[in-house]
């Protein structure tokens, strides 16, 4: 096959080099072998990818193992599906939007425009609420972008007396995003971007300069989905694919501080801050998609819908999950709202801003979802190929294999264990929700239908037995799942159809699934701290050890320059100074809940500290959880947005007492005893 033109973002090596990588990981993890059944990972990314390498254009794809995750594959086997796929895409005309591809050729092709869509400085990237012309009127003539001059002037907002010379690395630290290796260009005060090829900056990850239409630099900036969806591990001279994780997910950012930030610059778009889009680094609230199915593309909301979406609630605070596990998910987002081939919902803040109306926008929306229909496609290819870094540290490869024995066999309602957690589906282990790795069980038919199949995670967990913090599954109620069908996110003209594309959580898809949270694939999970769908959990031991979870934590901050103490930085990500090999995860402090006074200032910035604490929980905390969960933005609203130096360093700390951030649940795995967990954890390294 020819090679690639492009490397993968913020890998530093080259695409086929790290398909190489994902092949023979094991061999690059110190202490770990290829040999045998129990030790191996593909690292995630897409079956039909891989197919591909060595192959001419003209292969024809063998069948996407998704596909196969239909009712009745899993019956009575160790790992259990209860989420199916959906060909959104049965009827191309009707849907007016590309199928899947037939070859590796149109593969590649679409793996090339995905790829340009979110290579930073690439003449086709996008950016939020423009997609990828800011000069379009369904792009509000770029109303979600800003220009270089105002990006220069944001040292003046922190309150410097003059411009610092390591600007570029105060804005990666301060708004939570990686600077990469990979050149990502701006204009410097003073500089023309056409004749300094772009400028002599460095953007972080979270953004990028736009092109204009013939394909010079535009100087306008706009934000990137890696501002939420590709973090930071350590260097790159750490190992392979390390530094920038692409698709890893961030518990990096800072958003809302971003553009609390850009306000008084004149940004447009910063007055979404005053709905705040977190109130903890590193989450966010793009998945309060109860907002957007307020515009129908075809039909009229009923009054109930619109009752019903208004108090709906908010999702509240959410961790973002690793785009290299969605080659190994028939179903996307934390409570597998909608198929993995609705590739429109991926791009949602990718979309003119006119495309968000449905048809109250006319013919501006109508563009606007043409861009759409366009271009969503070819980001899911190259967002599927996507594999996670093989883990960079000494693994005990003896414990690591008595761990994968355990993940894929250990029955935690086995008698004797006394669990008290009503049981799942399949065989009552780690793999029985998230799926098998390891050769030994991947090819066992009492474990899965196909060996095709190695990796797939399609169980959602009932909320009664995962019991994690339920606001995200009863936000999105009835209203909110009726409504969605009729959005054009939501795939209106599959409707009824066995292939209905609509939210999968509606009463007539669903059937009896009760409601709750998706297990995912666990490729990478190493690298993907916090855990649980709201983040509330900082690494896996506690997740495996809920009795070790803190109620108030906040993870390590990295040191500023000795010269600049008084900085906002960002989370530490140095693998040496930061990560905890044991628990795995990023080290952090317990945080003690005092009441705030003048002569205590140092805590929570919350106003219920502890459970039953007289003091700290009055019956005003309760009415606001009740209002957080029955109107629609009011969590958001009523949280202030945050100026001082005390403010931001507070918005690290992580309250499980707070609307939304609850850090209990995955209760069963109390039965497990710390030698069973610590060998989990070896083996959870080698995936």
Request: proline share 9%; hydrophobic share 35%; with cysteine.
């Amino acid at each position: 096959m020819p090679v690639e033109r492009r490397s993968f973002v913020g890998s530093g090596a080259a695409v086929p080099f790290v398909r190489m990588l994902s092949v023979l990981a094991v061999l690059s993890v110190p202490g770990v072998s290829a040999a045998g059944d129990l030790l191996g990972s593909s690292r995630g990314g897409s079956a039909q990818w891989d197919f591909c390498y060595g192959r001419p254009d003209s292969a024809l794809l063998p069948v996407d193992p998704r596909t196969l995750v239909q009712p009745g594959i899993s019956d009575g086997r160790a790992v259990h599906f209860n989420a199916y796929w959906k060909n959104c895409h049965v009827d191309p005309e009707a849907v007016k939007e590309q199928g899947a591809a037939k070859t590796c050729g149109e593969l590649r092709a679409r793996f090339a425009h995905g790829e340009g869509l979110l290579t930073n400085g690439h003449p086709g990237v996008g950016v939020l609420f423009t997609g990828t012309d800011y000069t379009r009127p369904e792009a509000a003539f770029g109303i979600a972008t800003f220009s270089a001059a105002q990006y220069n002037e944001l040292w003046r907002v922190w309150g410097f007396p003059f411009r610092p010379d390591n600007f570029d690395t105060l804005v990666a630290q301060r708004y939570g995003s990686g600077l990469n290796t990979e050149r990502n260009p701006y204009p410097l005060p003073g500089q023309f971007p056409n004749l300094s090829n772009g400028g002599s900056g460095q953007l972080p990850q979270m953004l990028t300069q736009l092109r204009n239409p013939d394909g010079s630099w535009s100087g306008r900036i706009g934000v990137t989905c890696h501002a939420c969806h590709s973090g930071m591990v350590g260097k790159p001279g750490d190992g392979p694919g390390l530094g920038v994780q692409v698709g890893g997910g961030s518990s990096l950012a800072d958003l809302d501080l971003f553009l609390s930030d850009l306000l008084p610059l004149g940004y447009p778009a910063s007055l979404a801050t005053f709905l705040n889009l977190n109130r903890t680094r590193g989450t966010n609230n793009a998945s309060d998609i109860n907002l957007a199915f307020l515009f129908p593309d075809e039909n009229l909301l009923t009054p109930s819908e619109v009752i019903g979406l208004i108090n709906s609630g908010s999702t509240a605070g959410m961790d973002t999950p690793a785009w290299w596990n969605m080659g190994h998910r028939p179903v996307k987002f934390v409570d597998g709202v909608f198929p993995m081939d609705a590739p429109r919902v991926d791009m949602v803040f990718y979309t003119p801003f006119i495309g968000l109306f449905g048809s109250a926008g006319g013919p501006l929306s109508e563009a606007g979802q043409d861009w759409m229909r366009d271009n969503g496609p070819s980001l899911n290819t190259w967002v599927d190929s996507l594999k996670s870094p093989p883990y960079p540290l000494p693994i005990n490869q003896a414990l690591a294999e008595q761990g994968a024995v355990l993940f894929h066999t250990l029955d935690m309602w086995a008698p004797g264990r006394n669990n008290t957690v009503p049981r799942p589906q399949g065989n009552g282990s780690c793999a029985s929700c998230h799926g098998a790795y390891a050769p030994r069980y991947v090819n066992n038919p009492a474990f899965l239908a196909t060996p095709a199949l190695e990796g797939m995670a399609s169980y959602i967990a009932p909320l009664r037995i995962i019991g994690t913090d339920p606001v995200r599954v009863n936000t999105n109620n009835a209203a909110v799942q009726s409504a969605g069908a009729k959005n054009f996110f939501g795939y209106p003209s599959t409707a009824g159809t066995a292939n209905d594309c609509g939210p999968q959580n509606q009463p007539h898809i669903r059937g009896n699934r009760e409601p709750g949270y998706l297990a995912p694939p666990l490729y990478g999970v190493w690298a993907t701290a916090p855990y649980l769908h709201n983040g509330s959990v900082p690494n896996v031991w506690e997740v495996l050890k809920p009795a070790d979870r803190k109620p108030i934590w906040r993870r390590v901050s990295a040191p500023p320059r000795w010269d600049q103490p008084l900085t906002v930085m960002g989370f530490d990500t140095d693998l040496q100074r930061a990560y905890d090999s044991t628990r795995l995860g990023w080290k952090y402090d317990t945080i003690p809940c005092k009441w705030r006074t003048p002569l205590n200032p140092a805590v929570s910035p919350y106003i219920n500290c502890q459970p039953g604490d007289e003091f700290t929980t009055p019956l005003a905390q309760e009415m606001m959880n009740v209002l957080f969960s029955n109107l629609a933005l009011s969590w958001n609203i009523l949280f202030p947005p945050t100026r001082t130096r005390q403010q931001l360093e507070d918005r690290k700390i992580y309250n499980t007492n707070a609307f939304g951030q609850d850090n209990g649940g995955h209760e069963f795995n109390s039965v497990l005893t710390d030698p069973e967990r610590l060998a989990i954890i070896e083996y959870l390294k080698t995936l």
